[in-house]
Protein backbone atom coordinates (compact mmCIF):
# COMPACT_ATOMS: atom_id res chain seq x y z
CA UNK A 1 0.00 0.00 0.00
CA UNK A 2 1.09 3.19 -0.61
CA UNK A 3 2.63 5.20 2.22
CA UNK A 4 1.37 8.68 1.44
CA UNK A 5 -2.76 7.59 2.07
CA UNK A 6 -4.82 7.66 4.91
CA UNK A 7 -8.04 5.42 5.67
CA UNK A 8 -10.79 7.37 5.50
CA UNK A 9 -12.93 5.59 7.77
CA UNK A 10 -9.76 5.98 10.40
CA UNK A 11 -9.64 9.61 9.37
CA UNK A 12 -13.77 10.05 10.08
CA UNK A 13 -13.27 8.38 13.65
CA UNK A 14 -10.73 10.70 14.17
CA UNK A 15 -12.36 14.22 13.47
CA UNK A 16 -15.43 12.46 14.36
CA UNK A 17 -17.31 13.00 11.32
CA UNK A 18 -19.84 10.55 8.62
CA UNK A 19 -18.34 9.01 5.49
CA UNK A 20 -20.95 10.29 3.91
CA UNK A 21 -19.35 13.61 4.40
CA UNK A 22 -16.00 12.23 2.33
CA UNK A 23 -18.29 10.95 -0.21
CA UNK A 24 -20.23 13.87 -0.84
CA UNK A 25 -17.06 15.66 -0.62
CA UNK A 26 -15.82 13.83 -3.36
CA UNK A 27 -19.31 14.14 -5.63
CA UNK A 28 -18.54 18.04 -5.84
CA UNK A 29 -14.96 17.44 -7.30
CA UNK A 30 -13.46 18.99 -3.88
CA UNK A 31 -11.84 15.96 -2.92
CA UNK A 32 -10.15 12.77 -4.73
CA UNK A 33 -10.21 9.18 -2.67
CA UNK A 34 -8.67 6.14 -3.70
CA UNK A 35 -10.23 2.54 -3.39
CA UNK A 36 -7.97 -0.34 -2.78
CA UNK A 37 -9.37 -3.61 -1.42
CA UNK A 38 -13.01 -2.30 -0.82
CA UNK A 39 -11.37 0.51 1.78
CA UNK A 40 -11.44 3.95 0.79
CA UNK A 41 -7.82 6.59 0.99
CA UNK A 42 -7.15 9.63 0.87
CA UNK A 43 -3.80 10.83 0.16
CA UNK A 44 -1.72 12.51 3.08
CA UNK A 45 -1.29 15.58 0.80
CA UNK A 46 -4.84 16.68 0.21
CA UNK A 47 -4.98 16.49 4.12
CA UNK A 48 -5.08 20.25 4.87
CA UNK A 49 -7.48 20.58 2.54
CA UNK A 50 -9.88 18.05 3.99
CA UNK A 51 -9.37 19.38 7.49
CA UNK A 52 -10.16 23.22 6.13
CA UNK A 53 -13.70 21.74 4.46
CA UNK A 54 -14.24 20.01 7.94
CA UNK A 55 -13.69 23.13 9.89
CA UNK A 56 -16.13 25.28 7.98
CA UNK A 57 -18.51 22.29 7.73
CA UNK A 58 -18.42 22.09 11.60
CA UNK A 59 -17.34 25.22 13.21
CA UNK A 60 -19.22 27.79 10.46
CA UNK A 61 -22.28 25.40 9.41
CA UNK A 62 -21.46 25.76 5.91
CA UNK A 63 -22.92 23.38 4.35
CA UNK A 64 -21.66 20.78 1.20
CA UNK A 65 -22.77 23.33 -1.67
CA UNK A 66 -21.52 26.28 0.40
CA UNK A 67 -18.06 24.27 0.04
CA UNK A 68 -18.53 23.83 -2.72
CA UNK A 69 -19.09 27.89 -3.62
CA UNK A 70 -16.05 28.82 -1.14
CA UNK A 71 -13.75 26.41 -2.40
CA UNK A 72 -13.81 28.14 -5.81
CA UNK A 73 -13.63 31.66 -4.16
CA UNK A 74 -10.88 30.55 -2.19
CA UNK A 75 -9.05 29.35 -5.27
CA UNK A 76 -9.60 32.51 -7.05
CA UNK A 77 -8.40 34.70 -3.74
CA UNK A 78 -5.19 32.25 -3.81
CA UNK A 79 -4.79 33.21 -7.62
CA UNK A 80 -5.54 36.86 -7.22
CA UNK A 81 -2.87 36.82 -3.82
CA UNK A 82 -0.53 35.54 -5.78
CA UNK A 83 -0.48 37.75 -8.61
CA UNK A 84 -0.47 40.90 -6.34
CA UNK A 85 2.74 39.15 -5.08
CA UNK A 86 4.73 39.00 -8.26
CA UNK A 87 3.48 42.40 -9.63
CA UNK A 88 4.69 43.87 -6.01
CA UNK A 89 8.04 41.72 -6.20
CA UNK A 90 8.44 43.86 -10.01
CA UNK A 91 7.50 46.34 -8.97
CA UNK A 92 10.28 46.33 -6.30
CA UNK A 93 12.78 45.56 -9.23
CA UNK A 94 11.94 47.96 -11.06
CA UNK A 95 12.13 50.71 -8.38
CA UNK A 96 15.47 49.32 -7.44
CA UNK A 97 16.22 49.82 -10.77
CA UNK A 98 15.34 53.70 -11.07
CA UNK B 1 -5.05 49.67 26.96
CA UNK B 2 -8.41 50.85 24.96
CA UNK B 3 -11.71 50.15 26.06
CA UNK B 4 -13.49 47.71 23.88
CA UNK B 5 -16.88 47.86 23.00
CA UNK B 6 -18.19 44.04 22.86
CA UNK B 7 -21.45 45.22 21.95
CA UNK B 8 -19.83 47.43 19.14
CA UNK B 9 -17.83 44.15 17.91
CA UNK B 10 -20.74 41.95 17.81
CA UNK B 11 -22.87 44.50 15.92
CA UNK B 12 -25.79 44.00 18.60
CA UNK B 13 -27.98 45.98 20.82
CA UNK B 14 -27.17 46.46 24.34
CA UNK B 15 -30.38 44.62 25.31
CA UNK B 16 -29.55 41.74 22.68
CA UNK B 17 -30.72 37.98 24.08
CA UNK B 18 -28.61 35.14 23.86
CA UNK B 19 -30.17 34.05 20.99
CA UNK B 20 -28.65 37.29 19.51
CA UNK B 21 -25.33 37.29 20.46
CA UNK B 22 -25.21 34.06 19.10
CA UNK B 23 -26.70 34.95 15.93
CA UNK B 24 -24.44 37.92 15.16
CA UNK B 25 -21.37 35.59 16.60
CA UNK B 26 -22.21 33.05 14.21
CA UNK B 27 -22.49 35.59 11.18
CA UNK B 28 -19.36 37.32 12.14
CA UNK B 29 -17.15 34.27 12.52
CA UNK B 30 -18.46 33.44 9.08
CA UNK B 31 -17.04 36.40 7.66
CA UNK B 32 -13.62 36.29 9.52
CA UNK B 33 -12.97 32.78 10.07
CA UNK B 34 -9.05 32.25 9.23
CA UNK B 35 -9.80 29.80 6.71
CA UNK B 36 -11.89 32.01 4.76
CA UNK B 37 -9.15 34.80 5.22
CA UNK B 38 -6.08 33.91 4.12
CA UNK B 39 -2.91 35.97 4.40
CA UNK B 40 -5.44 38.19 5.91
CA UNK B 41 -4.15 39.67 9.59
CA UNK B 42 -6.88 42.48 9.50
CA UNK B 43 -9.47 39.29 9.01
CA UNK B 44 -7.82 37.40 12.03
CA UNK B 45 -7.60 40.25 14.34
CA UNK B 46 -11.19 40.90 13.77
CA UNK B 47 -11.99 37.27 14.42
CA UNK B 48 -10.32 36.92 17.45
CA UNK B 49 -11.66 39.89 18.85
CA UNK B 50 -15.27 38.41 18.06
CA UNK B 51 -14.74 35.48 19.92
CA UNK B 52 -13.48 37.59 22.93
CA UNK B 53 -16.92 39.74 22.66
CA UNK B 54 -18.64 36.33 22.56
CA UNK B 55 -16.76 34.96 25.09
CA UNK B 56 -17.78 37.81 27.70
CA UNK B 57 -21.31 38.78 26.49
CA UNK B 58 -22.42 34.76 25.88
CA UNK B 59 -21.69 34.27 29.63
CA UNK B 60 -24.21 35.96 31.92
CA UNK B 61 -21.55 36.40 34.54
CA UNK B 62 -19.16 38.08 32.62
CA UNK B 63 -21.70 39.87 30.96
CA UNK B 64 -22.85 41.00 34.22
CA UNK B 65 -19.55 42.75 34.82
CA UNK B 66 -18.92 43.93 31.57
CA UNK B 67 -21.94 45.91 31.74
CA UNK B 68 -22.03 47.01 35.32
CA UNK B 69 -18.42 48.69 35.34
CA UNK B 70 -18.13 49.26 31.47
CA UNK B 71 -15.79 52.22 30.61
CA UNK B 72 -14.63 52.24 34.24
CA UNK B 73 -13.43 48.06 33.71
CA UNK B 74 -10.08 49.74 34.99
CA UNK B 75 -11.49 50.15 38.83
CA UNK B 76 -13.40 47.05 38.87
CA UNK B 77 -10.61 45.68 41.16
CA UNK B 78 -10.93 48.67 43.28
CA UNK B 79 -14.74 48.29 43.48
CA UNK B 80 -15.00 44.67 44.13
CA UNK B 81 -12.26 45.15 46.85
CA UNK B 82 -14.18 47.98 48.65
CA UNK B 83 -17.91 46.13 48.67
CA UNK B 84 -16.16 42.58 49.77
CA UNK B 85 -14.64 44.53 53.05
CA UNK B 86 -18.03 46.23 53.68
CA UNK B 87 -19.66 42.62 52.87
CA UNK B 88 -17.46 40.52 54.70
CA UNK B 89 -18.59 40.79 58.40
CA UNK B 90 -19.53 37.54 59.23
CA UNK B 91 -19.43 36.37 55.59
CA UNK B 92 -17.62 33.02 54.40
CA UNK B 93 -15.34 34.13 51.46
CA UNK B 94 -17.41 32.27 48.46
CA UNK B 95 -16.16 31.15 44.95
CA UNK B 96 -13.15 30.89 43.52
CA UNK B 97 -13.46 34.91 42.48
CA UNK B 98 -15.72 34.23 39.23
CA UNK B 99 -13.94 34.84 35.72
CA UNK B 100 -11.02 33.01 35.90
CA UNK B 101 -9.48 30.81 32.63
CA UNK B 102 -9.33 33.60 30.03
CA UNK B 103 -6.97 36.01 29.05
CA UNK B 104 -4.73 34.07 26.52
CA UNK B 105 -2.53 35.50 23.89
CA UNK B 106 -5.24 35.10 21.88
CA UNK B 107 -7.32 37.98 24.14
CA UNK B 108 -6.91 42.02 24.45
CA UNK B 109 -5.15 43.28 27.41
CA UNK B 110 -8.28 45.19 27.70
CA UNK B 111 -10.26 41.33 28.28
CA UNK B 112 -7.07 39.94 30.43
CA UNK B 113 -7.12 43.10 32.40
CA UNK B 114 -11.27 42.43 33.58
CA UNK B 115 -11.27 39.09 33.41
CA UNK B 116 -7.78 37.79 33.65
CA UNK B 117 -6.87 34.66 35.91
CA UNK B 118 -6.26 30.90 35.78
CA UNK B 119 -8.64 28.41 35.80
CA UNK B 120 -11.07 26.14 33.65
CA UNK B 121 -12.28 27.53 30.17
CA UNK B 122 -15.78 28.55 29.29
CA UNK B 123 -17.36 25.33 27.27
CA UNK B 124 -18.95 28.43 25.09
CA UNK B 125 -15.48 29.14 23.43
CA UNK B 126 -15.00 26.67 20.95
CA UNK B 127 -11.38 26.26 19.76
CA UNK B 128 -10.46 27.00 16.17
CA UNK B 129 -7.26 26.63 13.98
CA UNK B 130 -4.73 29.14 13.82
CA UNK B 131 -4.39 31.33 10.23
CA UNK B 132 -1.60 29.79 7.90
CA UNK B 133 1.09 31.50 7.39
CA UNK B 134 2.47 32.32 4.07
CA UNK B 135 6.13 33.27 2.81
CA UNK B 136 8.53 33.01 0.13
CA UNK B 137 12.74 32.46 -0.02
CA UNK B 138 14.47 33.54 -2.63
CA UNK B 139 17.36 30.89 -3.74
CA UNK B 140 20.12 30.56 -6.61
CA UNK B 141 20.16 27.12 -8.46
CA UNK B 142 23.12 26.49 -6.41
CA UNK B 143 21.25 27.00 -2.89
CA UNK B 144 19.26 24.40 -4.45
CA UNK B 145 21.56 22.28 -5.41
CA UNK B 146 22.73 20.82 -1.84
CA UNK B 147 20.41 20.17 0.97
CA UNK B 148 21.03 23.47 3.40
CA UNK B 149 19.95 24.91 6.82
CA UNK B 150 18.16 28.21 6.53
CA UNK B 151 16.33 30.87 8.68
CA UNK B 152 13.26 32.62 8.14
CA UNK B 153 11.74 35.29 9.87
CA UNK B 154 8.24 34.76 9.98
CA UNK B 155 5.98 37.18 11.54
CA UNK B 156 8.75 38.36 14.06
CA UNK B 157 9.31 34.64 15.02
CA UNK B 158 13.15 33.18 13.89
CA UNK B 159 11.82 29.90 12.09
CA UNK B 160 14.80 27.60 11.07
CA UNK B 161 14.40 24.95 8.13
CA UNK B 162 15.91 22.50 6.21
CA UNK B 163 15.94 22.80 2.41
CA UNK B 164 16.53 19.24 0.90
CA UNK B 165 17.77 19.79 -2.16
CA UNK B 166 16.25 19.52 -5.62
CA UNK B 167 13.76 21.77 -4.55
CA UNK B 168 12.05 23.47 -7.27
CA UNK B 169 10.90 27.10 -8.75
CA UNK B 170 7.45 27.68 -7.24
CA UNK B 171 7.59 24.41 -5.21
CA UNK B 172 5.69 25.11 -1.57
CA UNK B 173 6.22 23.21 1.84
CA UNK B 174 4.14 23.30 4.76
CA UNK B 175 5.51 23.55 7.74
CA UNK B 176 2.67 22.45 10.55
CA UNK B 177 1.87 24.52 13.61
CA UNK B 178 3.93 27.25 12.34
CA UNK B 179 0.96 29.85 11.78
CA UNK B 180 -1.03 31.92 13.83
CA UNK B 181 -1.66 30.36 17.38
CA UNK B 182 -5.24 29.15 17.81
CA UNK B 183 -7.46 30.89 19.04
CA UNK B 184 -9.40 29.44 21.83
CA UNK B 185 -6.46 26.97 22.50
CA UNK B 186 -7.02 25.46 19.25
CA UNK B 187 -4.68 24.27 17.18
CA UNK B 188 -1.62 26.84 15.53
CA UNK B 189 -1.72 26.82 11.83
CA UNK B 190 1.03 26.20 9.70
CA UNK B 191 3.27 27.78 7.73
CA UNK B 192 3.44 27.73 3.94
CA UNK B 193 7.00 28.25 1.84
CA UNK B 194 6.97 29.07 -1.64
CA UNK B 195 10.62 29.02 -3.02
CA UNK B 196 11.52 31.21 -5.43
CA UNK B 197 14.25 30.18 -7.85
CA UNK B 198 16.40 32.43 -9.71
CA UNK B 199 17.69 30.91 -13.15
CA UNK B 200 21.33 30.60 -13.51
CA UNK B 201 23.28 31.94 -16.43
CA UNK B 202 24.95 28.87 -17.53
CA UNK B 203 22.97 26.15 -16.35
CA UNK B 204 19.46 26.07 -17.31
CA UNK B 205 17.07 23.12 -15.05
CA UNK B 206 14.33 21.61 -16.55
CA UNK B 207 13.08 19.35 -14.12
CA UNK B 208 16.01 17.28 -12.57
CA UNK B 209 17.83 17.70 -15.85
CA UNK B 210 20.48 20.44 -16.36
CA UNK B 211 21.57 22.20 -19.94
CA UNK B 212 24.29 23.96 -20.81
CA UNK B 213 26.52 25.00 -24.20
CA UNK B 214 29.80 24.38 -24.48
CA UNK B 215 31.82 26.04 -27.17
CA UNK B 216 34.40 23.59 -28.92
CA UNK B 217 36.91 25.27 -31.52
CA UNK B 218 36.56 23.87 -35.61
CA UNK B 219 39.56 22.35 -35.14
CA UNK B 220 38.19 19.82 -32.67
CA UNK B 221 35.15 19.36 -33.80
CA UNK B 222 36.53 18.60 -36.95
CA UNK B 223 39.43 15.99 -35.75
CA UNK B 224 38.04 15.27 -32.30
CA UNK B 225 39.77 15.75 -29.02
CA UNK B 226 38.95 16.50 -25.34
CA UNK B 227 37.59 18.85 -23.37
CA UNK B 228 37.42 20.03 -19.31
CA UNK B 229 33.88 21.26 -18.43
CA UNK B 230 32.41 22.63 -15.31
CA UNK B 231 29.31 20.91 -13.70
CA UNK B 232 27.56 21.19 -10.61
CA UNK B 233 29.20 18.70 -8.85
CA UNK B 234 33.19 19.44 -10.49
CA UNK B 235 34.91 19.57 -13.23
CA UNK B 236 34.57 16.76 -16.02
CA UNK B 237 36.55 15.44 -18.67
CA UNK B 238 34.40 14.81 -21.76
CA UNK B 239 36.28 13.44 -25.49
CA UNK B 240 35.14 15.48 -28.47
CA UNK B 241 34.41 12.61 -31.80
CA UNK B 242 36.27 13.69 -34.68
CA UNK B 243 33.25 14.91 -37.11
CA UNK B 244 31.02 16.57 -34.06
CA UNK B 245 27.81 18.71 -35.73
CA UNK B 246 27.15 22.04 -34.45
CA UNK B 247 24.38 21.54 -31.31
CA UNK B 248 25.22 17.90 -30.82
CA UNK B 249 23.98 17.46 -28.15
CA UNK B 250 26.00 15.04 -25.45
CA UNK B 251 23.95 13.33 -22.23
CA UNK B 252 25.91 13.19 -19.07
CA UNK B 253 24.13 10.35 -17.01
CA UNK B 254 23.42 11.71 -12.94
CA UNK B 255 25.48 14.57 -13.43
CA UNK B 256 22.23 16.92 -13.51
CA UNK B 257 20.34 18.15 -10.01
CA UNK B 258 19.44 16.15 -7.56
CA UNK B 259 16.13 14.40 -7.35
CA UNK B 260 13.64 15.84 -4.52
CA UNK B 261 14.06 14.02 -1.11
CA UNK B 262 15.70 11.20 -3.36
CA UNK B 263 19.11 10.17 -1.67
CA UNK B 264 21.77 9.60 -4.08
CA UNK B 265 19.28 10.01 -7.51
CA UNK B 266 20.38 12.96 -9.98
CA UNK B 267 18.61 13.66 -13.07
CA UNK B 268 21.08 14.13 -16.31
CA UNK B 269 23.40 16.98 -17.75
CA UNK B 270 23.02 17.81 -21.51
CA UNK B 271 25.76 19.35 -23.27
CA UNK B 272 25.05 21.10 -26.32
CA UNK B 273 28.32 21.94 -28.66
CA UNK B 274 28.70 24.88 -29.92
CA UNK B 275 30.68 24.70 -32.68
CA UNK B 276 32.70 27.96 -32.87
CA UNK B 277 34.33 29.19 -36.42
CA UNK B 278 37.45 30.81 -36.79
CA UNK B 279 37.41 34.88 -37.80
CA UNK B 280 39.95 36.95 -39.19
CA UNK B 281 41.87 34.02 -41.16
CA UNK B 282 45.56 35.12 -41.93
CA UNK B 283 46.65 34.46 -45.33
CA UNK B 284 47.81 31.03 -44.74
CA UNK B 285 44.70 29.52 -43.09
CA UNK B 286 42.82 31.28 -46.20
CA UNK B 287 44.84 29.65 -48.75
CA UNK B 288 44.70 26.24 -46.64
CA UNK B 289 41.24 26.49 -46.31
CA UNK B 290 40.80 27.08 -50.33
CA UNK B 291 43.22 24.03 -50.83
CA UNK B 292 40.81 22.09 -48.50
CA UNK B 293 38.05 23.17 -49.98
CA UNK B 294 39.14 21.98 -53.53
CA UNK B 295 39.93 18.67 -52.65
Not at chain 1, 57 to 79: D, R
Not at chain 2, 118 to 145: C, H, I, T, W
Request: include cysteine.
Amino acid sequence: MEANLISVDDFCGHHQVEINFIKSLEEYGLIKTKLIKKAIFIKADDLTGLERYIRLYKELEINIEGLHAVSHLLNQLEFLQNKIAVLNNEISYYKQLH
Amino acid sequence: MEYIDYYKVLEIKKDASTDDIKKAYRKLARKYHPDLNPNNDEANKKFQQINEANEVLSDAEKRKKYDRYGKDWQHADQFDAQQQQRQSQGRNRGGSGGFSGFGGDDFSDFFSSMFGGGGARSSSRSPFKGQDYSSELNLNLLDAYTTHKQTLTVNGKQVRITIPAGVENGQKIKLPGYGAPGPNNGPAGDLFISFNISEHPRFKRKGNDIHIQEEVDLYTAILGGEKIIETLNGKVKLTIPAGTQPDTTLRLKGKGFPVYKKENLFGDLYVKWQVKLPTKLNAQQKELFEQLSKL
